[in-house]
């Protein structure tokens, strides 16, 4: 299984890849579709391709959260399509009022008024939604600590594995001796006091980090059960050793797998954005209703 470190440079890889892919794309798009509003011109066909950069908009607005999940590297890729394609629209709305613009017929210029007055909607619509997906990237982007946290516990719970792995390798070999699930076990301990100092390093406004405080304290006490349950046995004390084994492997099962599990990342970001996205949809409505009728 990869590292988190690596799968977090993996992921900021991508990310990195799918701006470039995004920005080739738009230029294509961009030559073809300068190509056909040359071609054709007219009050009809402009507000239709108004209609259709309203609708990709619209959906961008809401298409970070397709993750639907508190995976903080899979929502930063999504923040970063979203803006890439946000680009594209931007090009696309500005190409189409310079061709409107630009027409030679007067008559053509004044039918396509209330598409310019829908545009202007437009991109006020799409510099607000640029700004506030940059913003929540951003916000990601100091999430930092708590990546670092989730790397050190999963560490620690990786450590702990191994603790009862060999443990259990000792009591199959009649071995009273928990030397080395001791170590492993002290080891895992070290690695949730990084992971909790990670999470109280975080200064994250408005993100409630007590889930990930508590899953962290809850291995840690399951860990600090196993290793004083190492110790009754190595003393001979068969019945009080196997209470806590069973007692720490129960809790060792039912721990997260990841810190993420417990933190609603998603919701946070929504509520950062929810003020900037209303305004956003608000001058969204506003241009459908002069393009297409409010229907």
């Not at 402009?46 to 619209?58: D, F, M, P, Q, R």
């Not at 629209?89 to 061709?99: G, K, P, Y």
């Not at 039918?111 to 506030?132: H, M, P, Y």
């Amino acid at each position: 299984m990869l590292r988190l470190e690596t799968r977090s440079r993996i992921v900021f890889i991508l990310a990195a890849l799918v701006l470039a892919a995004g920005a080739v794309s738009s230029l294509l798009i961009r030559a073809a579709r300068s190509s056909s509003t040359r071609e054709v011109m007219d009050v009809t066909a402009a507000g239709e391709t108004a209609l259709g950069i309203y609708y990709n908009v619209s959906s961008l607005a809401d298409r970070w959260r397709e993750p639907g999940s508190n995976d903080m590297a899979a929502l930063a890729i999504a923040m970063q399509e979203c803006i890439a394609l946000l680009r594209g629209e931007m090009d696309h709305a500005r190409e189409l009022e310079e061709s409107i613009l630009s027409a030679g017929d007067d008559e053509t210029r004044r039918g396509a008024s209330i598409v310019l007055e829908a545009l202007a909607l437009l991109r006020e619509a799409q510099e607000e939604l640029a700004g506030a997906l940059g913003d929540a990237g951003e916000a990601l982007g100091g999430l930092y600590p708590l990546r670092e946290a989730e790397n050190r516990y999963k560490e620690a719970r990786d450590a702990f594995l191994g603790a009862v792995s060999a443990h259990n390798q000792a009591v199959e070999a009649s071995s009273r001796d928990f030397s080395s699930a001791r170590q492993r076990a002290a080891s895992s301990i070290l690695a949730l006091e990084k992971a909790r100092a990670a999470v109280d390093s975080a200064a994250v406004e408005g993100l409630n980090l007590d889930p990930a405080r508590s899953a962290i304290a809850d291995l840690d006490k399951a860990v600090g059960e196993f290793i004083q349950a190492c110790a009754l046995g190595e003393s001979g004390d068969v019945a009080a050793h196997n209470e806590l084994v069973a007692l720490a492997e129960a809790s060792l099962a039912s721990a997260p797998a990841t810190l993420e599990e417990g933190l609603d990342v998603s919701g946070w970001l929504a509520g950062l954005l929810a003020p900037r996205l209303d305004e956003v949809k608000g001058k969204l409505s506003e241009a459908r209703d002069l393009i297409g009728g409010g229907g």
